[in-house]
């Protein structure tokens, strides 16, 4: 047995549940990992709240962590006991002292790199990666737009395309993640909760707009983001939820919009006339 965070029911922080599970032993393809660093992501409460359905009720949520290999399936080469790997996206259930994980998701982290560091850039640095290298592939002398700038995937963002040669404006809504802010890269912070970030957007860039706009939010920037994009610029919807609420409408001002993925993210280009 070991101790995991279970979830019984949907709702808000009092549904997770300290208990005993039992996880069992390796089978083929598998390893059993002991937990150093679990890594949390928004997507943690999506699931909670039942806005996406998870595979199983009970379930022990969680996407990201990095552990100690404590058993190896049988026949298994590549990975053995000692060995500190670390995994970010499915299966879920890192919220717990041990689990058994698919040999293939894992990548070995080197004793050079905390594990509550590699815990906590797993998910989101794949995310952060494949909104700047290859949705839209940031490039120096560009201007881009992260809202949520100081979260975890945003912090990230602001990061790596100020470390790409762009200009970086980041949205956040207090003056303490404002410095955060700025110390992750953004060049420009707006505070919206003081300020409207979209005629704010307008005197940065002397009303010429940015590349692309990295969107977290979604209902509440959606507009506003679109209005920030030069001609041709690329607006990109990584808040799936938004698409249930507001489904391809903008296709007809807003054309090209491009659903990379089954769930995340969506890309609409600003291409006027
Ligand atoms: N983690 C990943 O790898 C990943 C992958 C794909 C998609 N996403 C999506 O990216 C978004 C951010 O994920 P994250 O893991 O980086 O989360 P996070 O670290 O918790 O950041 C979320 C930030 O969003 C801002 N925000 C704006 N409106 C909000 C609202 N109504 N409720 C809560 N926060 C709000 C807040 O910053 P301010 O206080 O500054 O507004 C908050 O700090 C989520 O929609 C998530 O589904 C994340």
Known sequence: MVKAIRVHELGGPEVLKW????IGEPKE???????????????DIY?????????TMPYTPGMEAVGVVTAVGPGLTGRQVGDVVGYGGNPMGSYTEEQILPAEKVVPVPSSIDPIVAASVLLKGMTAQFLVCRCFKVEPGHTVLVHAAAGGVGSLL???????????????STKEKAAQAKEDGCHHVIIYKEEDFVTRVNEITSCKGVEVVYDSVGKDTFQGSL??????????????????????????????????DEAFPHAIQHNPG
């Open 29 to 43: 393809g598998e390893i059993r990992v002991k937990n150093k660093a679990i890594g949390l992501n928004f997507i």
């Open 158 to 172: 602001c990061q790596w395309a100020n470390a790409l040669g762009a200009t970086v404006i980041g949205t956040v």
């Open 227 to 260: 209005e920030c994009l030069k001609p041709r610029g690329l607006m990109v919807s990584f808040w799936p939820i938004v698409w249930h609420n507001r489904p391809c409408s903008f296709a007809s001002t807003w054309s090209e919009i491009a659903v990379l």
């Open 19 to 22: 208990e005993d599970v039992e």
């Open 47 to 55: 699931f909670r709240k039942g806005v996406y359905k998870a595979p």
